[in-house]
């Protein structure tokens, strides 16, 4: 079993920048493809970004593309996903997933964190 903790969520204005981090225990990330999504207030949770297990690959949802950046620690134990020019419509919480499989095409998670809350004020 894997425990998932995200940080690095807030209040931010539009056009800002916030860093999230997930820090992940009781499971190794290395060889796992990790990902997050996020779920709009009212909204389906949908898919934000995936990197696979030695970060060879990465695959982003349309919406967030040249925006967003997810990167992975292996020797901390730790995910980023690193958000610039945030949107309104960026407002959301976030969730970090951990697969069990390597490879992110199609992503698969399996594990979630508790989420962090991300707002963008117009």
């Known amino acids: 079993q894997v425990m998932l903790v995200e940080s690095g969520g807030g209040l931010v204005q539009t056009g800002g920048s916030l860093r999230l981090s997930c820090a992940a225990s009781g499971r190794t990330l290395s060889g796992s493809a990790v990902g997050w999504f996020r779920q709009a207030p009212g909204k389906d949770r949908t898919f934000v970004a995936s990197?696979?297990?030695?970060?060879?690959?990465?695959d982003y949802a349309d919406s967030v593309k040249g925006r967003f950046t997810i990167s992975r620690d292996d020797a901390k134990n730790t995910v980023y996903l690193q958000m610039n020019s945030l949107k309104p419509e960026d407002t959301a919480v976030y969730y970090c997933t951990v697969s069990r499989k390597s490879g992110i095409f199609p992503y698969t998670p399996d594990y979630w964190g508790q989420g962090t809350r991300v707002t963008v004020s117009s």
């Open positions: 990197i696979n297990w030695n970060g060879g690959y990465t």
